[in-house]
């Protein structure tokens, strides 16, 4: 990854999952019915606060909150950065 950002303290940058095209049974779901992804990869960490290290890495996959964190956009590419405590679970 060629990103040249570097979260600050206990945040995270998630680069969120693509949202679901289709349901299971095949449905084809049009874009404006699109749910927001709740899973994502983390690319880039900060270096957590004094009393608190960071517990995800870089690479792992997370589930978080429908509306945590802040939309941003880098390179083309859609980005959310969000406190460590937004994230529910590495899976």
């Given at each position: 990854?060629?990103?040249?950002?570097?979260?600050?303290?206990?945040?995270?940058?998630?680069?969120?999952?693509?949202?679901?095209?289709?349901?299971?049974?095949?449905?084809?779901?049009?874009?404006?019915?699109?749910?927001?992804?709740?899973?994502?990869?983390?690319?880039?960490?900060?270096?957590?606060?004094?009393?608190?290290?960071?517990?995800?890495?870089?690479?792992d996959?997370?589930?978080?909150?429908?509306?945590?964190?802040?939309?941003?956009?880098?390179?083309?590419?859609?980005?959310?950065?969000?406190r460590?405590?937004?994230?529910?679970?590495?899976?």
């Amino acid at each position: 990854m060629g990103l040249n950002i570097k979260p600050l303290a206990d945040r995270v940058l998630v680069e969120p999952a693509a949202a679901e095209t289709t349901t299971a049974s095949g449905i084809i779901i049009p874009d404006n019915a699109k749910e927001k992804p709740q899973k994502g990869t983390v690319v880039a960490i900060g270096n957590g606060t004094k009393d608190e290290p960071l517990t995800v890495n870089v690479g792992d996959t997370v589930l978080y909150g429908k509306y945590a964190g802040t939309e941003l956009k880098l390179e083309g590419k859609d980005y959310l950065i969000m406190r460590e405590s937004d994230i529910f679970a590495i899976i």
